[in-house]
């Protein structure tokens, strides 16, 4: 057996096992398919053993690619922790990290924060999974992304793992043209004297607001429903009505068509935090964006102050 195996050859081979395809490996290491595959060869020239059973339409790994493909990672983590903190070293360092999100903390913060990362870590690929708060934490439960982004986690979840990072309002969104919008704060039932708009019943969002608006007379009425609250302010800058949204899906204050407006009576409020698996020890690339998503935890929406009346994912 030829011994001159290349860490770079271990690190191709420890994507394409988790990836199961060449093409999306090739591209997460930065080759060529066909030098990746050269580098997969040479890796099992130089173990002398076969490592993947591949064919034109998927690649598997064989019993000893599995056993190699376990023991590869848990040493590539540990050559990870040790680098990440050796200043220039870790600009070179290469892999991937998946974090789970809801789409307005997308918006609002998560930009700003992998920016930084990038910045650290130019050579890990981000990979962003926005989806609604429910698919948020199936995602973590079941391994698809390193981590989450949610206000929703432990209490849904015993094996999740929930972590602060700020609380934000619940306000009215309408354009700049409309009457409500200069406002200083309108209560929900003044909301619903006007063209209503909310997310569906099945979002995580509806039914705080449901729960929140239980007790409230002249609770405002749908007349629109969407599935995404983006989806919603785009119905508003269209003029089709108003909406209730949080605080962190809004625009800035220079936004030339939408405007937003602390709602009250009862003021409505949600916990924004970071999930994971409870236990579970992240990569060293995934704790360092985790890291810097907790050092937001001091930030607070664009909009009113975040007080908390109702709060969900604790």
Not at 106 to 133: G, T
Not at 151 to 161: K, N
Not at 224 to 241: D, I, Q, S
Request: hydrophobic share 45%.
């Amino acid at each position: 057996m030829n011994n001159k195996v290349d860490l770079a050859d271990i690190q191709a081979f420890a994507a394409v096992a988790e990836l199961q395809s060449f093409r999306a490996a090739a591209e997460v290491i930065h080759l060529s398919q066909p030098a990746f595959s050269r580098r997969i060869d040479k890796l099992e020239e130089a173990l002398g053993v076969r490592l993947l059973d591949r064919t034109t339409r998927r690649v598997t790994l064989t019993a000893v690619g599995r056993d190699f493909a376990s023991k590869t990672r848990v040493w590539l983590d540990d050559l990870d922790g040790m680098l990440m903190g050796l200043g220039d070293v870790v600009a070179r360092r290469m892999g991937e990290v998946t974090i789970a999100c809801v789409p307005s903390a997308v918006y609002y913060f998560l930009p700003q924060v992998v920016k930084r990362y990038h910045e650290r870590f130019p050579n890990i690929r981000v990979k962003v999974h926005d989806a609604s708060a429910n698919e948020v934490l199936v995602a973590v439960a079941q391994s698809d992304a390193d981590f989450g982004l949610n206000f929703i986690g432990s209490q849904e979840a015993a094996e999740i793992e929930f972590k602060p990072v700020l609380a934000e309002r619940f306000v009215a969104a309408c354009r700049r043209d409309h009457v409500l919008a200069r406002r200083k704060k309108v209560s929900w039932a003044e909301l619903g004297q006007h063209d209503f708009m909310s997310v569906g019943k099945t979002s995580g969002n509806r039914l705080l607001m449901d729960l929140a608006l239980a007790n409230v007379p002249d609770r405002p009425q749908c007349l629109y429903e969407a599935k995404h609250v983006t989806t919603l302010l785009g119905l508003v800058e269209a003029g089709l009505g108003v909406a209730a949204v949080p605080s962190l899906a809004m625009p800035g204050k220079d936004h030339p068509t939408l405007v937003s407006i602390p709602l009250v009576e009862p003021i409505v409020s949600r916990q924004m935090g970071l999930i994971k698996r409870r236990g579970q020890t992240l990569s060293p690339a995934a704790q360092q964006l985790y890291d810097l998503l907790v050092a937001t935890r001091s930030a607070r929406p664009r909009s009113a102050p975040a007080a908390s009346k109702i709060q969900s994912g604790q």
